[in-house]
């Protein structure tokens, strides 16, 4: 376990000089990697010996241990050591979600391309077969979302979040094909391995991804999903929000283009819905 972690576990049973201590590794983590014992006793304003004591708190042998352990630690950004917290009560939160949310949407609508919208859905709705790709929480809902949200309009569509499934769905694809991939981060080098062995076997690959990132570089048309999360890490990201709008986007551009199959397949759907669970057709299309 690495040092700082076992740091925040001692939360609430350091004593005051311990605390002090605890409070410069987390506001100036460069200084105290840095730092001799008497520079970190001088600024926390205790003795060189209570910093030994600290050290060894946290199971380290000796005060040169905890330099090693701490130069170790790999660099974790300040809003997880120190979380910010604006809102506590459920109004609060309630009104920093959703502001948040209409924030991610409106930031989304200035910056899509209605072109690159368009090219999308046009390689979308010719596509003999989709394949939709996404791995980790919130990419691997997104990509199960653009088979809930496809397959409905009467398109051959399925998805993966496993990465070896993912190269061999890629390998068993043919020319005519699309493979859609989504990466928040847009540092997934499986998808960016999967999008270059579909570009040798010419098929045409989609990403939803950060503009410029490795992800968007190797798909043959990128859609960039571009937003600030802030510094709330409790706050759920409201980016895969854009994202869920943006599926909804394609999926609608996608529908307009296949009218008359689409308009079919809805139907079959809803008269099945509505034979064995509604008694009319006002519920919505699907759970």
């Not at 397949?265 to 819905?273: A, H, M, S, V, W």
């Amino acid at each position: 376990m690495e040092i700082l972690t076992r740091l925040q576990q001692e939360a609430g049973r350091l004593s005051p000089s311990e605390q002090r201590i605890a409070d410069i590794l987390f506001s100036d983590f460069d200084f105290a990697v840095n730092a001799s014992i008497v520079d970190l006793a001088g600024r926390a304003e205790v003795s060189p010996p209570t910093v030994t004591r600290f050290a060894r708190r946290l199971g380290c042998q000796s005060f040169s241990d905890f330099k090693v352990q701490l130069a170790q630690t790999p660099f974790v950004g300040a809003r997880y050591l120190q979380p910010e917290t604006l809102a506590v009560s459920a109004a609060d939160i309630t009104e920093n979600v959703i502001a948040k949310a209409q924030a991610a949407l409106f930031s989304l609508h200035r910056a899509l391309d209605p072109a690159v919208l368009e090219a999308a859905a046009d390689r979308i709705a010719a596509a003999q077969m989709i394949y939709a790709f996404g791995s980790g929480g919130n990419s691997a809902m997104i990509a199960g979302e653009i088979q809930n949200r496809l397959f409905r309009l009467g398109l051959r569509v399925t998805s993966s979040a496993d990465h070896a499934l993912q190269l061999m769905m890629t390998a068993a694809a043919r020319p005519g094909d699309v493979i859609i991939g989504s990466s928040f981060s847009g540092r997934n080098t499986e998808l960016v391995r999967a999008f270059e062995l579909a570009r040798e076997d010419n098929v045409f690959t989609i990403a939803l991804t950060q503009t410029g990132s490795p992800v968007a570089k190797a798909a043959q048309l990128a859609i960039g999903v571009d937003l600030p999360e802030g510094n709330d890490i409790f706050r759920p990201t409201s980016t895969r929000l854009a994202y869920l709008a943006l599926i909804d986007i394609l999926a609608n551009l996608t529908a307009m283009r296949l009218k008359e199959q689409a308009t079919g397949t809805l139907r079959r759907i809803k008269r099945q819905l509505v034979t064995h669970r509604d008694p009319d057709d006002r519920q919505v299309l699907g759970d």
